[in-house]
Each structure stands twice: as structure tokens, then as C-alpha cells.
């Protein structure tokens, strides 16, 4: 009966880890659309400035994926 409830109990945990990566994906998602779009909106502004805000994106878009990637290392 021990063993039974173990493994359920690694199931769930399975579980909630795939859940954590999915709304880190869904973040990430909606981060570089965020980026993606002001960034468009910086360059309509001030298109002399286009190389400057794309290198700052660039960057941002980064920074917003490597919470991805930390959430699967932490996950496993």
C-alpha cells in the first residue's frame, strides 16, 4: 500500500512540474509579444533609433526566454 501511494504521489509532482513549464512558456509568450510590440511602436516614433531599440530587444527577448529555460532545468 507504501509503494502504491508513492507512486501516485510522483505522478502529481510529475504533474504540477509540466504545469510550471507550460505557464513559463505561456509568460515567455506573451513577454516577447510585449517586447515585440513596443518595440514596433518605438521604431513608428523614432525611426532614426531603430538600430538601438532592436539591439535592446534583442536583448529583453533574452532574458524573457531564459525563464524557460530555467524552469526546465529546475523542473527535473
Known amino acids: ?3 502504491r501511494g508513492s507512486r501516485l504521489k510522483r505522478k ?3 504533474m504540477i512540474g509540466s504545469l510550471h513549464v507550460g ?3 505561456l509568460g ?3 513577454g516577447v509579444g510585449l517586447i515585440g510590440m513596443t518595440a514596433s511602436a518605438a521604431v513608428g516614433r523614432n525611426p532614426g533609433a ?3 531599440i ?3 530587444s534583442i536583448l529583453s527577448i533574452a ?4 525563464i524557460v529555460f530555467y ?3 529546475l523542473v527535473r
Do not use: S
Not at 532574458?63 to 531564459?66: I, K
Open 54 to 56: 532592436l539591439v535592446q
Open 63 to 66: 532574458f524573457v526566454e531564459a
Open 23 to 25: 505557464l513559463a512558456a
Open 28 to 30: 515567455a509568450a506573451v
Open 71 to 73: 524552469t526546465l532545468f
Open 1 to 3: 500500500m507504501v509503494n
Open 50 to 52: 531603430a538600430t538601438q
Open 12 to 14: 502529481g509532482d510529475h
